[in-house]
């Protein structure tokens, strides 16, 4: 008792440490806080907004840009009422209120005004939007079986209770794939899906010792689905859904009256869909779970963030060793900081406090390298380059500074 105790001390205080620090950091504040907040919303800071973006870039290069079959979209966040009546989300997207009555997640909203004004919603997941343009895509590209189709964007769920930072928000956003085979290839594509998830975790830089694989059962399945596994994540406030991998079978392609010319066979099919899901917001908090990390440098504590070097907020951040020595300061922007911000656009410049008080901010924003301008460098054009997890420093010119991060970048 006393160790499960212990061990739920430490995961509130991860949390907390991990809260704090992403607001004192400019990563993630409370939506509208100073408001007193708006509940199950939360705004982007400078370099949480780097970070998700860099997330969902390094997503949409490897199922998108990195593939041949698929096919991007982004559609409105509005959608035809019918498209909810359709799906089943009206009659059937509902979550249980304390007291044991259904209650729809759906954000019901007006659109126009007056007589004519007609019901709308704001969309609860991104898939709708891929379907209603499944003739669209097949009309403009003709794609050949199997093919795909992704987006990313908002989705908005009126949770009935938000909670736990990220995890449970009323907006958020996600990044999803729908996969169109023939039915009879379906276990096939789904057993492909699952290992280009679990692949692209590992690539982020997600802890796979925490990442669990759950087979849900019928009753917990959505409406649509016939078979899904959602991967697990072990959050410090417990073991929780990270993202999921529906087969939707033909659900909705079936129900709003689409289908596809297999033209090898010269019939009318209606393809079966894989769904890959992806919460943007819980990659966050879950990649923020992973690369939390605490040591000891000469003497004191420190917290680092162990990000990849692509998935950083901060590629590097340059630093004139004293800010009031002009030669150094001048050196450190026009030789330096110019042309890597040029190149890699993520790049800081840092010249508040003591070297040991930046390091520390660097670190615990996540920055790989820290480059700092000294009087030797004046001499001989070379800087101090120093490794966000070891501490360890080497001496690099300042002509292969470009490449020295290159290489580690990727
Ligand atoms: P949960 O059971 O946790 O409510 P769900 O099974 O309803 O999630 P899906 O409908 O499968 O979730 O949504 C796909 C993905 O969107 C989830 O795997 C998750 O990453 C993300 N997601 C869903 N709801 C939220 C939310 N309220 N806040 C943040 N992300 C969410």
């Known amino acids: 008792m006393l160790e499960k105790n212990k061990k739920e001390n430490r995961d509130n205080d991860l949390m907390e440490k991990i809260v704090s620090l992403c607001k004192r950091r400019g990563f993630v504040f409370q939506g509208s806080e100073i408001y007193g907040g708006l509940a199950g919303t939360y705004d982007w800071g400078h370099f949480g907004l780097a970070l998700k973006n860099n997330i969902k870039q390094n997503w949409w290069k490897k199922f998108v840009d990195g593939r041949r079959d698929m096919y991007g979209v982004d559609a409105a966040v509005l959608m035809n009422s019918k498209v909810w009546e359709i799906s089943g989300h009206v009659a059937g997207f509902s979550d249980p209120t304390p007291d044991g009555k259904q209650f729809n997640v759906m954000f019901k909203t007006q659109i126009g005004a007056g007589e004519e004004a007609s019901v709308s919603y704001l969309r609860p997941e991104t898939a ?10 097949v009309d403009a590209f003709h794609p050949k079986l199997p093919f795909g189709m992704a987006q990313v964007g908002k989705a908005f769920r009126n949770e009935i209770a938000p909670r736990d930072f990220l995890f ?30 679990l692949e692209w975790m590992q690539e982020v830089g997600l802890d796979m010792n925490k990442v669990h694989e759950l087979e849900v059962e019928k009753e917990d399945r959505a409406h649509y689905s016939s078979r899904t596994i959602d991967f697990e994540f072990d959050y410090p406030f417990g073991k929780k859904e990270l993202f999921g991998l529906a087969y939707r079978t033909d659900f909705d392609l079936k129900n709003h009256k689409l289908d596809y010319i297999d033209e090898e066979e010269g019939e009318k099919i209606i393809p079966h869909v894989i769904e890959p899901t992806f919460g943007v917001d819980r990659a966050v908090l879950a990649l923020l779970v992973s690369v939390y990390a605490e040591d000891k440098k000469e003497g004191e504590v420190r917290s680092y963030l162990k990000f990849k070097p692509n998935i950083a907020p901060v590629i590097c951040a340059v630093s004139p060793l004293l800010k009031n020595k002009p030669e150094l300061v001048e050196y450190a922007d026009l030789k330096v900081y110019a042309p890597l911000k040029a190149e890699f656009g993520r790049v800081a410049w840092d010249d508040n406090g003591n070297i040991g008080k930046r390091y520390r901010r660097q670190d ?31 001496r690099i010119k300042v002509d292969d500074l470009r490449s020295y991060i290159k290489e580690r970048i990727n």
């Open 168 to 197: 449970r928000q009323r907006e958020f956003e996600q990044m999803e794939i729908e996969y169109f085979v023939k039915q009879e290839n379906w276990e096939k594509y789904f057993e492909y899906w699952k290992g280009e998830m």
């Open 364 to 394: 615990e924003i996540g920055t790989p390298f820290c480059i700092v301008i000294d009087f030797d460098t004046l001499t001989d054009d070379t800087v101090t380059v120093r490794d966000r997890d070891t501490g360890e420093q080497v």
């Open 128 to 137: 709708q939007g891929m379907f209603v343009n499944f003739k669209n895509t």
